[in-house]
């Protein structure tokens, strides 16, 4: 193996911003694991990298601890995009939202640390901001989140630092707008 070609897990990597990761990564000479339930994203973003040597597509939800663990062996890096996404879904349906944005984030985190990743980057949110007070809104502005969309991506991100901090997982949380 190239000593410079990363390991990469993509959770969430047949969505939008994921299928784009996955993709440069691949052209970057690394070394793919995609991990995505399909129920935002699709596979057939990623079709067209199914045969490619460096890139394997697993179908499995993040709060699958049991069938994700195992994957996470011998990789270096993380980036942990899954999701479920959209505000007024999660005011209908808190649980499901919980289940895997909140327990999915764990998961992806015992995950990572069982297996001594180098990176762990975790995709947060804008929307932990609530309504902001200032536009742009500066990353020190106070998190207010409005809905279970919001909460559970910054309990999520708020897990992600408790592990750095807590077991020295050297992550990074970035509040996409």
């Not at 911003?17 to 690394?30: A, F, M, Q, T, Y």
């Not at 999660?90 to 015992?110: F, K």
């Not at 762990?120 to 929307?127: D, G, L, P, V």
Request: proline share 6%.
């Amino acid at each position: 193996m190239d000593i410079s070609m990363k390991r990469c897990i993509v959770t969430g990597g047949a969505g939008f911003i994921g299928s784009h990761l996955v993709e440069r990564l691949i052209v970057d000479g690394h070394a793919v694991t995609a991990i995505d339930n399909f129920s935002i994203g699709h596979p057939e973003d990623l079709a067209h990298l199914k045969s490619h040597q460096r890139f394997v597509m697993y179908k499995a939800g993040v709060e699958d601890f049991a069938t994700i663990r195992p994957l996470f062996d011998g990789a270096d890096w993380v980036f942990h995009l899954a999701a479920m996404a959209d505000l007024v879904p999660s005011i209908r349906n808190p649980r499901l939202y919980h289940d895997a944005n909140v327990n999915g984030t764990l998961s992806v985190l015992e995950s990572a640390r069982a297996a001594r990743v180098k990176r762990f980057i975790y995709s947060a949110s804008s929307s932990c901001y609530g309504i902001p007070d200032a536009y742009p809104t500066p990353e020190t502005a106070p998190a207010r989140p409005m809905h279970p969309y919001a909460l559970t991506k910054y309990v999520g991100e708020q897990y992600v630092m408790h592990w750095a901090q807590t077991y020295g997982l050297p992550a990074v949380s970035l509040r996409l707008f």
